[in-house]
Nanobody
């Protein structure tokens, strides 16, 4: 069982930055791939970024490449999403999620989810 808690969301102007954090409970965090997803009102939950269990492999949605960076610290049971050059279309609730070993871009593949943190980017 893994419990996830996100933090770091907020209101920011376009062009600004935010760093989201996700802390995981459990002693087996390092065996989980981690993903960040987002959901805007009235829309489906979309893939944002993912990172492998050892932090070596990463993948990003085309819409955030070059602006967002995912990282993790297994010693602290933490995963981060650094978001730069934010745009109004990045406004959404951001969720971190965990699944065993290999990451995917499909929300249904993930076993554990946090409660989400709101990111609002004003124009």
């Amino acid at each position: 069982q893994v419990q996830l808690v996100e933090s770091g969301g907020g209101l920011v102007q376009a062009g600004g930055s935010l760093r989201l954090s996700c802390v995981a409970s459990g002693r087996t965090f390092s065996s989980y791939a981690m993903g960040w997803f987002r959901q805007a009102p009235g829309k489906e939950r979309d893939f944002v970024a993912a990172i492998g269990w050892n932090g070596v492999g990463t993948q990003y949605a085309d819409s955030v490449k070059g602006r967002f960076t995912i990282s993790r610290d297994n010693a602290k049971n933490m995963v981060y999403l650094q978001m730069n050059l934010l745009k109004p279309e990045d406004t959404a609730v951001y969720y971190c999620a965990a699944k065993r070993v290999i990451f995917t871009t499909t929300p249904h593949d993930y076993d554990y989810w946090g409660q989400g943190t709101q990111v609002t980017v004003s124009s």
